[in-house]
């Protein structure tokens, strides 16, 4: 007979929330100033589930907690500052989350 998939009927969706958690990233370099960027981190409960078979190959379905909308920005360091030379910027570019969701792990 065919299996039901679980969660598959609605049911248990406060179980598969992905949520999006404030948090300060800080971005350095070593001899260089730190920056800290406000960004988001994915954090929550994913549904998973195993499919028992007579095949070799079990159906396995495992989903997590990733970005679903994340834009790229830059954040510029200062480096060298103290030395003879004169400081130098160093742009750094990193990922700012935006939304979370729960996908397949691929």
């Given at each position: 007979?065919?299996?039901?998939?679980?969660?598959?009927?609605?049911?248990?969706?406060?179980?598969?929330?992905?949520?999006?958690?404030r948090?300060?990233?800080?971005?350095?370099r070593?001899?260089c100033?730190?920056?800290?960027?406000?960004?988001?981190?994915?954090?929550?409960?994913?549904?998973?589930?195993?499919i028992?078979?007579?095949?070799?190959?079990?159906?396995?379905?495992?989903?997590?907690?990733?970005?679903?909308?994340k834009r790229?920005?830059s954040?510029?360091?200062?480096?060298?500052?103290?030395?003879?030379?004169?400081?130098?910027?160093?742009?750094?570019?990193?990922?700012?989350?935006?939304?979370?969701?729960?996908?397949?792990?691929?």
């Open positions: 007979g065919a299996a039901e998939t679980p969660g598959a009927s609605g049911r248990g969706a406060e179980e598969r929330r992905a949520a999006l958690v948090t300060a990233q800080v971005i350095s070593p001899g100033t730190s920056a800290r960027v406000l960004n988001h981190l994915c954090f929550g409960r994913c549904s998973s589930f195993y028992p078979s007579s095949d070799p190959t079990p159906v396995v379905f495992c989903n997590s907690c990733v970005p679903a909308r790229w920005t954040v510029t360091l200062w480096c060298g500052a103290g030395q003879l030379a004169s400081p130098r910027r160093v742009r750094i570019s990193t990922v700012l989350v935006q939304k979370c969701q729960c996908r397949p792990k691929l």
